[in-house]
Nanobody
Framework: QVQLAESGGGLVQAGGSLRLSCAASRSILSIKRMGWYRQAPGKQRELVAVFITGGRTNYADSVKGRFTISRDSAKNTIYLQMNSLKPEDTAVYYC?????????????WGQGTQVTVSS
């Protein structure tokens, strides 16, 4: 079992910044995929930014140029630096880890952290 603990959410004015952290209970090296998703009220959960195989990154078009995903393997932690926040970024942000078990993938989710951007 893997535990993921998010932190760093809060209330911020439009144009402001926040940095989210996700600490994992195991090594994040050689993970198939790890990153951030978000879910706004009444909407489906969506990808925000992820590390994929080979250390490459994917970003949602809506956050490109504003959000940056990073990681510290020594701390088993990934981060999401969010700049120029907009009210439409308001959501619960979740950390997800996907582990390749060979015959199948295991996915783990954190409990989520609320980000609220006021206009």
């Amino acid at each position: 079992q893997v535990q993921l603990a998010e932190s760093g959410g809060g209330l911020v004015q439009a144009g402001g910044s926040l940095r989210l952290s996700c600490a994992a209970s195991r090594s994040i090296l050689s993970i198939k995929r790890m990153g951030w998703y978000r879910q706004a009220p009444g909407k489906q959960r969506e990808l925000v930014a992820v590390f994929i195989t080979g250390g490459r990154t994917n970003y949602a078009d809506s956050v490109k140029g504003r959000f940056t995903i990073s990681r510290d393997s020594a701390k088993n932690t990934i981060y999401l630096q969010m700049n120029s926040l907009k009210p439409e970024d308001t959501a619960v942000y979740y950390c997800k880890m996907l582990i390749d078990r060979g015959a199948y993938d295991d996915d783990y989710w954190g409990q989520g952290t609320q980000v609220t951007v006021s206009s």
